[in-house]
């Protein structure tokens, strides 16, 4: 009998520990794939160099993060503010083509091959096809993510992440079309970590609970505006950073959601960033 009752429990043990060494690696997968990342703790002050009416006139004094387009900006650049000590963002379209940047206009076949619908509203943007040309688009994401790198970005500003709350492609319900962009996210972040780069969540609030564990910062426009500021609370209990922007908005509204939510602001007055 005893050895019975000895060969159910050791039978027991094995059992759960195959079963086991797979939790703590599911667990553990974030931690790993982040190592040799650059971090952006919550309070992380930062400079607007890469987008909206402002993003020449942003001053980088006093900063510690700025954040610059990565066609735009020469690799001296952003090899000078990294000798400042200063941490660069690198915005990329990983939702959209752009008929005028330097990929497009050099393989535009490939850019056909992962076309959606129009990006209303951006002349010379279409949406990529995260549904049905998956491969495709992730060809052309990948060889922007490898220019970052080479560029010397510590990180990543992916925009455009919102496909499944828009008309951007044919043939998809809603839900077909979230699950796909929570897939194309993942895949997002873990070629950036692969590549030593951290990556920002830009808006999408409502994918945070999906994906707060594999993004290293948030970047977000008009939370403030829309009363939406709430759902980045997530970000600043993991002590990740949160980067807000306003267009126009009431300063005392901002300073008070920035220091409720973590969110380091800016507010676009008289075409430029004021903090």
């Known amino acids: 009998m005893f050895y019975q009752i000895t060969a159910v429990i050791v039978l027991a043990c094995l059992i759960f520990s195959v079963f086991a060494a797979p939790i703590e690696q599911i667990r553990d997968h974030a931690k790993v794939e982040r190592r040799g990342v650059t971090d952006f703790p919550q309070g992380s002050k930062w400079s607007n160099r890469a987008w909206g009416a402002g993003r020449d006139k942003d001053s980088v004094s006093g900063k510690s993060v700025v954040d610059v387009d990565l066609f735009d900006t020469d690799p001296s650049e952003i090899k000078n503010y990294k000798s400042q000590g200063k941490k660069v963002i690198c915005y990329v379209n990983v939702g959209a083509s752009e008929s005028w940047r ?162 380091v602001s800016k507010n676009e007055k008289g075409g430029k960033w004021v903090d």
């Not at 076949?109 to 049905?132: M, Q």
């Open 102 to 263: 330097e990929d497009f206009k050099k393989d535009e076949a490939a850019f056909k091959k992962a076309k959606g619908k129009n990006l209303k509203g951006w002349k010379g943007e279409f949406w990529f096809d995260i549904v049905h040309k998956l491969p495709q688009v992730k060809a052309i994401v990948g060889k922007r993510f490898n220019l970052a790198k080479d560029k010397g970005c510590d990180a990543i500003e992916a925009d455009n992440v919102d496909c499944y709350q828009n008309d951007c492609v044919s043939g998809a319900s809603d839900e077909v079309k979230k699950d796909a962009q929570i897939a194309y996210d993942k895949w997002q972040t873990s070629k950036a970590h692969s590549l030593g780069m951290a990556i920002g969540l830009k808006n999408s609030l409502d994918l945070i609970p999906d994906l707060i564990d594999h993004y290293d910062f948030a970047m977000n426009e008009q939370c403030v505006e829309y009363g939406e500021c709430r759902h980045l609370e997530a970000f600043k209990k993991q002590n990740k950073a949160v980067f807000g922007t306003e267009y126009g908005e009431n300063e005392s509204k901002i300073k008070a959601e920035a220091k409720k939510y973590g969110i």
